[in-house]
């Protein structure tokens, strides 16, 4: 009986560690030009496009940077889903991981064009890049794996 109940512990222990969660990473979507601007019609054409490439993927939690870009990208989502965005700060990417490591459940995760890269770096290890003209790229981390996706898909 004590050999049956220690197989069931470990049959759901490996259960539970066999489905990593999955972070996704992207820049922002196209904006305006100016201080702290605004998405363009582009830009908000593609976050409306990321709603339907994620709203199946069993998105918990949702971080952005404070800028209205950011916002404005995964506002769409947000509100889909019914999940409060968490602001982050873009200089604190160290404090980000640490809290990220500490939640469950697939984790969308906003930035730019210098930080999204840094962060993929601290959570892989892997250098990427994203030009400045670059809106596109998603970045799937799951179980310590890194995929580039595009948002155009």
Same mark, same amino acid.
């Given at each position: &009986? *004590?050999?049956?109940?220690?197989?069931?512990?470990?049959?759901?222990?490996?259960?539970?560690?066999?489905?990593? +969660?999955?972070?996704?990473?992207?820049?922002?979507?196209?904006? *305006?030009?100016?201080?702290?601007? @605004?998405?363009? +019609?582009?830009?908000?054409? *593609?976050?409306?496009?990321?709603?339907? &490439?994620?709203?199946?993927?069993?998105?918990?939690?949702?971080?952005?940077?404070?800028?209205? *870009?950011?916002?404005?990208?995964?506002?769409?989502?947000? #509100?889909?889903?019914?999940?409060?965005?968490?602001?982050?700060?873009?200089?604190?990417?160290?404090?980000?991981?640490?809290?990220?490591? %500490?939640?469950?459940?697939?984790?969308?995760?906003?930035?730019?064009?210098?930080? %999204?890269?840094?962060?993929?770096?601290?959570?892989?290890? #892997? +250098?990427?890049?994203? @030009?400045?003209? #670059?809106?596109?790229?998603?970045?799937?981390?799951?179980?310590?794996?890194?995929? #580039?996706?595009?948002?155009? @898909?």
């Amino acid at each position: &009986m *004590r050999t049956l109940f220690f197989l069931i512990v470990i049959l759901f222990s490996s259960a539970t560690f066999a489905t990593p +969660d999955t972070l996704f990473l992207l820049r922002h979507a196209e904006k *305006r030009d100016g201080i702290n601007p @605004n998405l363009s +019609d582009a830009g908000k054409s *593609r976050a409306e496009h990321l709603v339907s &490439m994620l709203k199946d993927k069993e998105i918990e939690h949702i971080f952005s940077t404070n800028y209205n *870009r950011t916002l404005e990208t995964v506002k769409p989502l947000s #509100q889909k889903l019914g999940i409060v965005v968490t602001h982050y700060n873009p200089r604190q990417l160290t404090a980000l991981v640490k809290q990220l490591k %500490t939640l469950k459940g697939n984790t969308v995760i906003v930035g730019h064009s210098n930080t %999204t890269p840094q962060l993929v770096k601290l959570l892989t290890e #892997q +250098d990427v890049t994203i @030009n400045e003209d #670059q809106f596109d790229k998603l970045f799937v981390i799951e179980g310590g794996a890194l995929t #580039q996706l595009s948002s155009n @898909n």
